[in-house]
């Protein structure tokens, strides 16, 4: 057996050392290959196991490509299904599948550059539906009345060509939730609280681009939390249902607000980053007395156990 580790062709040193780690353990245990997107096809024998850990370009969905192409030409692949990762890269769509469960998320409507969906809630988040490290998400997102919505989200579509998700804004503690593993063996990570509290003043109190690219070191991170175990029950099962309705595999992770103890979806990340010193779900095995091999470890398990049958 051997792991294709897809990789983009051009990368940031996050995706590069995520890349380098994952392989890194990988090679333990199985013959390993780095290959770029571009030459996937190219590379792939008959009995390679793909792990992505390529995001592609802004709004290219290419983590579900690369899934479908693991899928038609019969390949294992790590992670989720193209469904889940299709789902997941378009927030709008995400927080409609999850309300139809039952799954408590902030309401929001879109914005397709001509008109929105519904009511305007107040005060706003506004965002791009399909992006992630808080691309779009600036000092100016956060708006408190009609008007101001309105202009920040025609700005957004003409900067950014895509619709514009216009979230309600919970004034609660921010936590990000990640699960591994498949079926009966699902593992909640410790959750991740993020404090925002020791940002300079005048910075924004929620997780823009600018505070993850240039504050994270003044970003308070508790893992985990600071909530009681009543609380801490409710997000481990949001956490699993929300896994479960978007039918993910291996490894996932969503951030959530918790608003009277009650946790709400935010939005949820199919392929999050495995960067081993940046990334948030190498940080939640901590408590658990774990490291990052027992991480990949876990996500690649049940992809090993199938392909070796």
Request: aromatic share 8%.
């Amino acid at each position: 057996m051997r792991v294709l580790i897809v990789k983009d062709s051009i990368t940031d040193i996050q995706r590069a050392r995520a890349v380098q780690a994952v392989d890194d353990v990988l090679r333990k245990y199985a013959e390993t290959k780095i290959v770029s997107v571009e030459k996937l096809t190219d590379s792939l024998m008959n009995d390679d196991v793909i792990f992505n850990l390529s995001i592609g370009k802004r709004n290219d969905f290419l983590q579900g490509n690369v899934a479908a192409v693991a899928q038609l030409t019969g390949h294992e692949h790590i992670g989720s299904s193209p469904y889940t990762h299709y789902v997941c890269l378009d927030k709008f769509t995400t927080k409609n599948i999850l309300k139809a469960y039952g799954i408590k998320t902030p309401n929001g409507v879109l914005f397709d550059g001509k008109k929105f969906t519904g009511k305007l809630p107040v005060p706003a988040i506004i965002k791009p539906v399909a992006e992630g490290s808080g691309i779009g998400i600036d000092e100016k997102s956060l708006c408190y009345d009609i008007e101001e919505i309105k202009k920040r989200s025609i700005d957004k579509f003409e900067k950014l060509g895509e619709p514009i998700l216009v979230e309600e804004f919970l004034d609660g503690p921010e936590v990000t939730v990640g699960v591994v593993g498949f079926g009966s063996d699902l593992i909640v990570l410790p959750e991740l609280e993020i404090d925002f509290s020791n940002l300079p003043e005048g910075i924004e109190r929620y997780y823009s681009q600018r505070v993850k690219e240039k504050f994270a070191e003044q970003t308070i991170y508790k893992c985990p939390s600071t909530f009681t175990e009543k609380v801490r029950e409710r997000i481990r099962k949001t956490a699993i249902k929300s896994f479960e309705i978007v039918k993910a595999r291996d490894y996932l992770r969503m951030d959530m607000r918790i608003v009277d103890g009650i946790p709400y979806v935010i939005e949820i990340n199919s392929m999050p980053g495995l960067d081993p010193l940046t990334s948030d779900l190498p940080k939640m095995v901590k408590p658990l007395n774990e490291d990052y091999e027992w991480l990949i470890r876990t996500i690649v398990k049940r992809a090993f156990h199938e392909k070796r049958g």
